[in-house]
């Protein structure tokens, strides 16, 4: 357990500190940050001096270090466009995104689970059919229509929910919530349907295709033959079995929602970290955009450790470490 | 179990058919025949990358050259008769008094082009690598999967927005607007390759290990005739299967950077852009200007995502 | 053992079964007038090449025929109980309560995720009216009755952490669980060590006999059917061509495939000589031939052969179904 936790843990410091290079070398190639800084028309002088004191002319390695030591303070330095510290920007724009994908994640990934099961149970019923026609609609239909479709019908239509922002938000030190007042809820509730829905599908079709690829399995037939009840076999054995591959993919997907939030809250003009993405892409806003990618690498290790921690609570042949008996 | 039949003919060792006859005697081309959903959707799509290809020849005007436009043609409502001109139009026009009917024609010509190419270019890089990995093994298999792992970890929108904004502060912002078709077809490509890469790499392990290939070995073939010559045919299927699926993603993957606008420019407009402009009159009524790009969009995706799930499927039959 | 024994009901009686594959290329037959019984106690063996529809016999027995299968004649009676007609839930009663089954493979019969003796206790609650702790107990026994070490700590242990052999162990204790009138073994010990394949058999056959439990042993290995059937049927593309007690199909096999098959056991003590082997392969199912289906590989064929199916008739202590005793065959007719 300890060697396995070990072991998940170095893989993700390795993922972060390779998506950090990613990240510092967009601030060596991409413009000049002192150019950028200073603007066009600062004197000799004055870059020189910045140039000292940013520590652009020190070795790049040098360079890289302070930056991994900066990045892990949450520093990144100040915004070319907003003239702010990117750190402030961040912690700002954060609460909204992660409430948003938060509850997008527990959307999907329980109602997927229910009609993924539901589907591979009952393979050749209506409602099966139903529901598999509809996830491969939902796979084809871009996020951004599924937004706009939904303020179409919900906001300009029946006029029942607003169609942009957070609505009242309520403030606990640095942290905002929409949870806690009316419109705060209100809003929340198209946002996080479209930004969901994607996942649902896709969660929902890896439930149905692993259910099934599992009751295909052996020890599935050996249960029959041994006059197990069905409703056993599906929910105890099946289900089980189902749900060791789909806790990785359902994890890694929880990632992903961080990052097709930039999507949703462009749609619905979020104030959240994916809109602030957009932003930086469009104007070249380098600072903006390392964080932001250091962000989302920083949330998917987060997830892959919590994504192996399960897999050893689901899955005894882990747990044991592997040791097989040998002999007879 | 060993007991179950096969389905396929007696054979007598040579099939002496030409291969379209096999073909249409094979049990794809049964499977597509007898698939309904399977045969609408390829019929929808080779209508619609028809119109696309035609797009000139079948619109009522070029709708991006200023000089073929009415002002006074301008927000047409969309089978109705324009109160200065009398003209209709069955699609609707735009506050400028384009056609949206054409609009949409050259948008999709743009979205398949975009979506095409960056398949191509997506599959080169996946391919090539997945054989690479497959083949070689040792350090060269271990970095290509690795980088693999990284790109399949993190969303693809996500890398194509990178790409982009790197791309953004590289080239000098005088030339970016002509750069952007090839921008976009980069950075989608870049961040689908790996599972080409991911499947080819399994594909090409097991056909390593068989005797055709050994023997190809034994008789002294270069690793690079093996790869391609041997290898590579046996694991095009699951290739084209990816391919197709992919097209559909990659589509939508090029509508959505034009959406939040990174993509194509409102002066050579794709589906996304289109769309991203027709947004701004949900509000206020002029609906047409929205849904006419939308539907295309989705039943485009739709058309092609059904025909490779089809497709995934048919040559899967374990799934079926 | 029990043959011919007529005051005895047989456990398993199979008459005339029947089944086929339904494919969008036509009807295939896989099984052709299936018919044979097991007595109380018996062990009857069922060899043939793969394909032949050993296995198959075996899975419509016990109900598990998968589609586009379906039986499309015959019956099966399960000790003067019919059971080919009694539905799904009727059938599931009698899987694992009135037949046991082993798979070939112990590595995947066994899910990965459940405890060793939670599989058992589950069958033993599944099939008896007994408490959890009884059913513990139960799988606790069964675990040293088929010869686990330390069973008391080995029934909470995952089937990862038992070697092959001892899975297959856990595997016969499953289908032990709750004290079926019959076995069915599908090559139970294919997958294993050949030096763990001897242990396994003769525990299996000391279990059955000491419970009085009937065995239908499914294989291709004819060492395994001499030493341990009372009786062998073999089966050749969904036929069974020849039947009988296994000393005398060893002995004097009747029809010249299961002469072939005798032919390929390798004698102790007999000289160092070529075993025989049967030149070409069983037929596809799609592309039997008309008359009897063993007439292309047969060295003896003769021209009835083409014509029709020859049927099973006695012929000495066994019955078979070759046109080369067609005296029998004739007899036979004309004494009913």
Redesign the interface.
Same mark, same amino acid.
């Given at each position: 357990m300890f060697a396995f936790a070990i072991r998940s843990l170095a893989q993700g410091v390795l993922v972060l500190v390779t998506v950090a290079f990613i990240a510092f070398s967009m601030f060596r190639f991409v413009g000049d940050p002192v150019v950028n800084m200073l603007g066009q028309e600062a004197t000799q002088q004055d870059r020189q001096e910045l140039t000292e004191r940013l520590g652009l002319n020190d070795p790049w390695p040098i360079q890289f270090a302070r930056f991994l030591g900066n990045a892990a303070q949450g520093e990144f330095g100040v915004s070319y466009r907003q003239g702010r510290k990117v750190s402030d920007l961040i912690k700002e724009r954060l609460p909204a995104t992660l409430e948003l994908a938060v509850l997008s994640a527990i959307f999907a990934t329980g109602l997927g689970v229910l009609l993924g099961v539901y589907a591979a149970i009952n393979r050749t019923g209506f409602v099966s059919n139903v529901i598999m026609t509809t996830s491969l609609i939902g796979v084809s239909l871009p996020t951004f229509l599924i937004g706009i479709g939904l303020i179409y019908i919900f906001a300009v239509e029946l006029r029942w929910l607003p169609s942009f922002g957070r609505g009242d938000v309520v403030r606990l030190g640095w942290w905002s919530t929409g949870l806690l007042t009316e419109s705060g809820r209100k809003s929340l509730i198209l946002p996080v349907l479209t930004l969901g829905f994607f996942q649902l599908t896709l969660i929902m079709r890896l439930v149905r295709a692993e259910m099934l690829e599992v009751m295909r399995a052996d020890f599935i037939r050996f249960a029959r033959a041994r006059g197990i009840a069905d409703r056993s076999i599906e929910l105890r054995h099946a289900l089980r079995n189902t749900l060791i591959p789909v806790v990785t993919i359902a994890g890694l997907q929880l990632g992903s929602v961080i990052a097709f939030a930039i999507v949703t809250e462009t749609v619905f003009q979020w104030p959240g970290l994916g809109a602030l993405f957009v932003n930086a892409v469009q104007f070249a806003d380098v600072p903006v955009m390392s964080a932001y990618l250091m962000f989302v690498a920083a949330v998917f290790v987060i997830v892959n450790l919590t994504v192996d921690l399960l897999y050893f609570i689901l899955d005894p042949r882990l747990r044991s470490g592997r040791r097989v008996a040998k002999g007879h | 179990m060993a007991d179950m039949p096969s389905p396929a003919t007696p054979d007598d060792g040579i099939d002496r058919r030409s291969a379209f006859a096999r073909f249409l005697d094979s049990d794809l081309f049964f499977a597509f025949k007898s698939s309904p959903v399977a045969m609408v959707s390829f019929v929808v799509s080779v209508v619609m990358i028809g119109a696309a290809l035609l797009a000139p020849l079948i619109s009522t005007q070029n709708p991006f050259n200023p000089a073929e436009l009415n002002l006074m043609e301008g927000m047409t409502k969309p089978g109705t008769a324009n109160e200065f001109t009398g003209k209709s139009f069955i699609f609707g026009t735009d506050p400028q008094g384009r056609d949206m009917y054409s609009a949409v024609l050259y948008g999709t010509r743009v979205s398949l082009l975009v979506g095409a190419a960056s398949v191509l270019f997506s599959a080169t890089i996946g391919v090539f690598l997945g054989l690479m990995a497959g083949y070689l093994g040792g350090r060269t298999e271990a970095v290509i999967m690795r980088v693999a792992d990284i790109q399949l970890s993190f969303p693809a929108i996500l890398i194509a927005l990178l790409v982009f904004g790197v791309a953004r502060g590289i080239i000098p912002p005088a030339q970016q607007e002509g750069a952007t078709l090839i921008l976009l077809i980069v950075a989608i490509g870049l961040s689908n390759w790996a599972q080409y890469a991911r499947t080819v790499r399994g594909s090409t392990l097991i056909e390593k290990g068989k005797e055709y290939v050994q023997a190809a070995r034994v008789i002294g073939r270069s690793p690079l005739v093996i790869m391609v010559r041997h290898i590579l045919p046996n694991v095009m299927g699951p290739v084209l299967v990816i391919a197709t699926i992919n097209l559909a993603l990659a589509i939508i993957e090029e509508a959505t950077l034009s959406f939040l606008g990174v993509g194509m420019p409102p002066t050579q407009p794709s589906l996304g852009t289109l769309i991203r402009i027709g947004q701004q009159f949900l509000f206020s009524g002029e609906w047409w200007i929205l849904f006419f790009p939308a539907m295309t969009l989705v039943i485009l995706a739709l058309a092609i995502n059904m025909l490779g799930d089809w497709l995934r499927d048919a040559l899967n039959p374990r799934l079926q | 053992m029990a043959t011919g024994d007529t005051a005895m009901e047989p456990v398993l009686s199979v008459r005339n079964l029947s089944l086929e +594959?339904v494919? @969008? =290329?036509g009807v !295939?037959r #896989?099984l052709n007038e299936i018919s044979f019984d097991i007595a109380r106690g018996e062990v009857l063996g069922v060899v043939g090449e793969?394909?032949?529809?050993? &296995? !198959?016999t075996g899975?419509a027995i016990?109900g $598990?025929i998968d589609k586009p299968g379906r039986l499309s004649g015959g019956e099966i009676w399960l000790k003067g109980q019919r059971i080919d007609n009694i539905g799904h839930d009727g059938l @599931?009663?009698? @899987?694992? @309560?009135r037949i046991?089954?082993i +798979?070939q493979?112990p590595l995947? &019969? !066994?899910?990965?995720? +459940?405890r060793v003796g939670d599989q058992i206790a *589950?069958?033993v609650l599944?099939?008896m009216p007994v408490s959890k702790a009884e059913a513990r107990a139960r799988a606790l026994a069964l675990l040293t009755e088929v010869g686990i070490p330390a069973p008391e700590s080995r029934i909470d242990a995952?089937p990862? *952490? +038992? &070697?092959?052999?001892?899975r297959q162990r856990v595997?016969i204790a $499953? #289908?032990l #669980?709750?004290e079926p009138d019959l076995i069915i073994a599908d090559e139970p010990t294919t997958a294993l060590?050949v030096?763990?394949q001897a242990?396994i058999i003769t525990l299996l056959k000391r279990l059955c006999r000491t419970r009085g439990t009937s065995v239908m042993l499914i294989t291709h290995d004819m060492g395994v059917i001499a030493e341990t059937a009372d009786r062998v049927a073999v089966m050749y593309a969904g036929r069974i061509v020849e039947i009988g007690p296994v000393a005398d199909v060893i002995r004097q096999p009747k029809h010249p495939y299961a002469t072939g098959l005798m032919g390929a056991i390798p004698a102790l003590g007999a000289k160092v000589q070529r075993l025989t082997q049967i030149s070409g392969a069983m037929p =596809? $199912?799609?592309?039997i031939p008309a008359g009897c289906a063993f007439r292309p590989r047969c060295t003896e064929a003769i021209g009835k052969c083409a014509e029709a199916v020859p049927p099973l008739v006695p012929v000495g202590a066994t019955s078979a179904r070759c046109w080369l005793h067609e005296a029998q065959v004739e007899r036979s007719a004309s004494h009913g």
């Open positions: - | - | +594959f494919t @969008r =290329r !295939l #896989a793969s394909g032949a529809g050993k &296995s !198959l899975t016990i $598990l @599931r009663k009698i @899987r694992g @309560r046991g089954m +798979f493979d995947t &019969s !066994l899910n990965p995720l +459940f *589950e069958t599944t099939h995952y990862h *952490e +038992f &070697s092959g052999g001892m595997v $499953l #289908a #669980a709750a060590d030096s763990v242990q =596809r $199912l799609n592309a």
